[in-house]
């Protein structure tokens, strides 16, 4: 692996201070000669020389990184089939701020659920994360949460948003313990104070991967933070790239654990790597099987919100109780389901595929409608899933179905590139009319990224200093998705990427 001197660790690189600053009569090394210098001032020099040197404060940054939505094999999953989960455009945007040397203490505000605590450094439990038979390094491969250490986070997690509703409290210490968690493994009780702050654009409790997305940006500051990741830059190897992807995969996916007790995998999988997955579980005693699919191409995608409450496990019991009784009738439309899946893989992969080709969305788009039909005949489907494709489908605006467990959520909707502006405008108004909340998006786009420092390029005046640097105050006054895409997005409004964004690209071309 890279010792940390590309990419954004060039920068990482400047806050070595070498003792003393200046150059006059020296090597450059931090040693200056004091030929026809008094005994007097020699000394002075030499006590100078003996100071420990000052390290600066790291300077902000930004991690980001992206929701999911199931494309083809929800279900038959559940059944031992392969499902195609992607990357939607929607992200998650983390902002590291460093605290002077004074402070003790280590803050978690996400303002989009109303959670902001505050913890004393020298009070968190690091004897029990630090200790030899415990202790996890930035290497290893965690696959199950230590109960000891769950247990010793108990105390801090306690007095989490006190006053607020059992529902919400759930919530904030959920998100709270998977930060905390990773935090004891991760840093040291000689970190610096921290204020770790998250807006998100993604919505959450929708089932397009919230909570992964925010695990998978807390595993990468961290993980920079201690420098055991190299990159991202445009020259890194593909192999050096997977190598740090990885990485932060494996940590996002503790942070899954101590939200969702035994997740996937998926979620937190496509959310680092962007583009798309082909996910298998066979054997539910093994690990899953997960396949990247790296050269996915970027395909323009409708996210609806129905705005109406589904539970996934409602809806899997639905599907198992008519297996139980037409064993072999569901069992032939799981293998349909699976049919689609590997023929969408198989359509991606063809030479001739274009995504902006119209040929090649119709049959992407054809194979989505399959797939939506088959979930339907499960009974999987919702009123307000079927008025989606209604207003979408039948007009032939594109291509519509339901991702994710169904019975309400979310559906996705492939749409035609060539839809005249103010047929699209009538289409918005009437998903807002009727309830829906919609996202225009882009499927299959880049994984997590850095900014570093946190200063962006907007094509303004403040280019020429060096660019716009993101402080707490406006990221946190950011108005809405749309505010907080338009400061610090990382794609511009005419959907370029903007200067200063940096990802681990590993695709296969």
Not at 65 to 74: D, L, N, T, W
Not at 259 to 278: E, Q
Request: aromatic share 6%; hydrophobic share 35%.
């Amino acid at each position: 692996m890279s010792n940390g001197v590309n990419g954004l660790h060039k920068e990482m690189g400047k806050l070595h201070v070498n003792g003393v600053n200046g150059h006059a009569n020296g090597n450059g090394n931090g040693i200056v000669f004091t030929n026809g210098r008094s005994p007097s001032t020699e000394s002075e020099t030499k006590k100078k020389m003996n100071r420990k040197n000052s390290t600066p404060m790291m300077p902000a940054f930004m991690v980001s990184a992206p929701g999911k939505v199931i494309v083809f094999g929800e279900h038959a999953v559940v059944y031992g089939k392969a499902a195609i989960a992607a990357s939607v455009s929607l992200r998650s945007y983390l902002l590291v701020t460093h605290l002077s040397k004074s402070r003790r203490t280590v803050t978690l505000q996400f303002p989009d659920i109303d959670l902001i605590h505050t913890w004393n450094l020298d009070e968190l439990p690091w004897d029990v994360f630090q200790h030899p038979s415990k202790k996890k390094y930035y290497y290893d491969l965690v696959t199950s949460l230590d109960p000891d250490l769950v247990k010793a986070m108990q105390p801090h997690l306690a007095d989490i948003s006190l006053g607020k509703s059992d529902s919400e409290r759930k919530i904030h210490q959920n998100s709270a313990a998977s930060f905390l968690y990773l935090f004891l493994s991760l840093a040291s009780p000689k970190s610096p104070a921290c204020r770790y702050t998250l807006r998100s654009t993604i919505p959450i409790g929708a089932g397009v991967g919230s909570s992964a997305s925010i695990g998978v940006c807390l595993a990468a500051a961290l993980l920079l933070q201690i420098r055991s990741l190299s990159g991202p830059h445009p020259d890194q190897p593909p192999d050096e790239a997977r190598l740090q992807v990885e990485r932060i995969n494996r940590w996002a996916f503790v942070a899954e654990m101590c939200i969702h007790g035994n997740p996937s995998g998926v979620d937190n999988t496509v959310s680092t790597h962007g583009k798309a997955v082909v996910y298998q579980r066979t054997d539910y005693k093994k690990p899953p099987t997960v396949t990247p699919l790296w050269d996915f191409p970027e395909l323009p995608l409708l996210l609806v919100d129905t705005r109406t409450a589904k539970s996934t496990a409602v809806e899997v019991a639905k599907v198992a109780k008519l297996r139980s009784t037409h064993q072999e009738l569901v069992g032939s439309i799981m293998d349909a389901v699976d049919k689609v899946t590997r023929t969408a893989e198989s359509l991606i992969e063809e030479e001739y595929f274009d995504s902006e080709e119209p040929e090649s969305l119709r049959r992407m788009g054809e194979l989505m409608s399959i797939n939506h039909g088959l979930l339907s005949a499960l009974g999987v489907s919702h009123p307000r899933l079927e008025r989606v494709r209604e207003l979408v489908d039948h007009p032939g605006y594109g291509w519509s179905k339901l991702t994710g467990a169904g019975g309400g959520g979310c559906s996705i909707s492939l749409m035609k590139p060539d839809i005249p502006a103010e047929e699209k405008q009538k289409l918005a108004r009437q998903l807002e009319e009727e309830g829906y909340r919609t996202f225009s998006t882009t499927l299959g786009g880049d994984g997590v990224g850095v900014l570093w420092p946190a200063v962006l390029k907007n094509g303004l005046d403040d280019d020429e200093e060096g660019g716009m640097e993101i402080d707490l105050e406006c990221f946190l006054n950011a108005p809405g998705n749309d505010g907080v895409e338009k400061l610090v997005g990382v794609s511009s409004e005419v959907g370029a990427e903007r200067e200063g964004w940096k990802f681990w690209r590993v695709e296969s071309q």
